[in-house]
C-alpha cells in the first residue's frame, strides 16, 4: 500500500497568515493527489484533485502543486472558516490512502 | 444540486452485521445519472483520520475492497432507486465509526459529494 504521511499534524496560525501544508507519498503518484476539508462532524469536502485542479466553488486562495512523491496545499490568506483539518489522498493505485490529517488550529 | 443521504446511526453487538445505505439524487440536473458514477465507502474512527474501504461501479456492479476489509464487505447498488449500500459483518470495536458514502469519479479514485455520514457504534 502507498503511504501518505503530511506534515505537520496541527499548525497553529492566524486569520491572514499564508498556510502551506506538506504530503508526502512512499512511492510516485504521479499527480495523482486531491486535498479534502473536514470540518467536526461533517463529511470531507473535496478542494483540490490531480494535485493542482481546483474544485468547482472552491475559492482560489485554495492551490496545490507537487508531482512524483512531493505535494503542497497553501492557503494563501487563511480566512476563518478555513480552521479545519486537511487530508491528502493518493489517487493512484489500490487501495486509495489517507494522509492523517493536518489540523489548523487558532494561535 | 447532488444529494447523497445515509441511514441512520446504528449500534450493533460484536459479531452481528451492519447495513448502511446512500441515496443519490440530483445527478440529472447535471446531465447524468446514477449508473455514471461509482460509489466509495470510506470510515472514520473516533478522533482518528479516514480510511478507504472500497468501490462499486453503479454502471456494472464492479467493485474493489480494501484487502483488510476483503471477505467481511459487501458493497451493492440498487440501480432503480439509485441506492448505495455497504454491509459490514462480523463486527469488531474497532469497527465502531462514522461511515461515509461518496460520489466516486475518474475510475473510483476521486470523491466529489459526501453523504452525512453513519455512526455504527459496535458495543456489547
Known amino acids: 500500500d502507498i503511504q501518505m504521511t503530511q506534515s505537520p499534524s496541527t499548525l497553529s496560525v492566524s486569520v491572514g497568515d499564508r ?3 506538506t504530503c508526502r507519498a512512499s512511492q510516485t503518484i504521479s499527480n495523482l493527489l486531491a486535498w479534502y476539508q473536514q470540518k467536526p462532524g461533517k463529511a470531507p469536502k473535496l478542494l483540490i484533485y490531480k494535485a493542482s485542479g481546483l474544485e468547482t466553488g472552491v475559492p482560489s486562495r485554495f492551490s496545490g502543486s507537487g508531482s512524483g512523491t512531493e505535494f503542497t496545499l497553501t492557503i494563501s490568506s ?5 480552521f479545519a483539518t486537511y487530508y ?3 489517487c493512484n493505485s ?11 488550529e487558532i494561535k | 444540486q447532488v444529494q447523497l443521504v445515509q441511514s441512520g446511526a446504528e449500534v450493533k453487538k460484536p459479531g452481528a452485521s ?10 440529472e440536473s447535471s446531465g447524468y445519472t446514477f449508473i455514471t458514477f461509482g460509489i ?6 473516533p478522533g482518528q483520520g479516514l480510511e478507504w474501504m472500497g468501490w462499486i461501479n453503479a ?3 464492479n467493485t474493489n475492497y480494501a484487502q483488510r476489509f476483503q471477505g467481511r464487505v459487501t458493497m451493492t447498488t440498487d440501480t432503480s432507486t439509485s441506492t448505495a449500500s455497504m454491509e459490514l459483518r462480523s463486527l469488531k470495536s474497532d469497527d465502531t465509526a462514522v461511515y461515509y458514502c461518496a460520489r466516486a469519479i475518474r ?3 476521486l470523491f466529489d459529494q459526501w453523504g452525512q455520514g453513519t455512526l455504527v457504534t459496535v458495543s456489547s
Not at chain 2, 40 to 45: G, I, K
Open chain 1, 19 to 21: 498556510v502551506t501544508i
Open chain 2, 107 to 109: 475510475s473510483g479514485s
Open chain 2, 18 to 27: 451492519v447495513k448502511v445505505s446512500c441515496k443519490a439524487s440530483g445527478y
Open chain 2, 40 to 45: 466509495a465507502w470510506v470510515r472514520q474512527a
Open chain 2, 59 to 61: 454502471y456494472n456492479g
Open chain 1, 88 to 90: 491528502c489522498q493518493q
Open chain 1, 78 to 82: 487563511l480566512q476563518p472558516d478555513d
Open chain 1, 94 to 104: 489500490y487501495p486509495y490512502t489517507f494522509g492523517q490529517g493536518t489540523k489548523l
